[in-house]
């Protein structure tokens, strides 16, 4: 099996994906599930379906009171030693409504724009649950700095994947052309042969597409 530790090992080859992470049996509950669910994986081991985006809440307090369980039932012992700084930060100094704003470089969206991070994305990536395009987005920004300082950013350049990626399940003819536009659009703009690197979420998980020059 073909495993890739980096960039260049992973074009033109084939990443295994981790088996813990497939959905092996797909007719059950088929009905259920629309393009707009990915996979929870339990701390049990089993496997629910789970809506991208946030779930209805139907008033301010039943926001505090959702928020205010996470956070006294969260045991950092048990999480990567790696992510406990980001943990301890959004715990102890994010309340319910704060968003940390990140600006995203037009190298990566095509425009200067703002990412931003609320407690529940955080709350979701430290948990290895659903992980947000903003998510994304900020690890793009990292991974493009981290590129120019090894002077690597002639050859990769990551793209937004809010380009491609439908922010909801519009499988229209009109949705598609939009963002196949936008992506000629930002490719046209952009510097000449490079790896174009695009991270997608058709609606379960995400994928890493590249375009070659």
């Given amino acids: 099996m073909y495993e890739a530790t980096t960039m260049e090992e992973a074009v033109n080859g084939f990443v295994a994906w981790p088996k813990i992470s497939i959905e092996l049996d797909i007719s059950m509950n088929k009905a259920s599930r629309g393009p707009n669910h990915v996979l929870d994986q339990a701390a049990d081991g089993n496997k629910r379906p789970k809506k991208l985006g946030k779930k209805p809440i139907n008033s301010q307090t039943e926001v ?3 928020a205010k369980q996470q956070r006294l039932s ?4 048990k999480m990567n030693m790696e992510l406990r700084p980001l943990a301890y930060y959004a715990f102890s ?6 968003q940390i704003e990140i600006p995203i470089p037009y190298t990566i969206s095509g425009a200067n724009m703002l990412a931003f991070l609320n407690f529940d994305d ?6 290895f649950q659903g992980i947000s395009v903003n998510c994304i987005l900020v ?6 700095e981290l590129c120019v300082v090894n002077r690597r950013a002639e050859k990769f350049v990551f793209v ?5 990626s439908p922010v909801r399940t519009d499988t229209s ?25 695009v991270p997608h979420n058709g609606g379960r998980h995400w994928v890493l597409g590249v375009i070659g020059p």
Avoid at 160 to 164: D, G, K, M, R, V
């Fill in 64 to 66: 505090q009171q959702d």
């Fill in 74 to 77: 969260f045991d950092f012992n």
């Fill in 93 to 98: 100094s994010m309340r319910e409504d704060n």
């Fill in 122 to 127: 955080i709350y979701e990536f430290i948990n």
């Fill in 139 to 144: 690890y793009l920004r990292y991974l493009t």
């Fill in 160 to 164: 937004s994947p809010t380009l491609i």
């Fill in 173 to 197: 003819v009109a949705g598609l052309r939009e963002r196949a536009d936008a992506l000629v659009v930002f490719l046209h703009n952009a510097p000449k042969r490079r790896l174009y690197l």
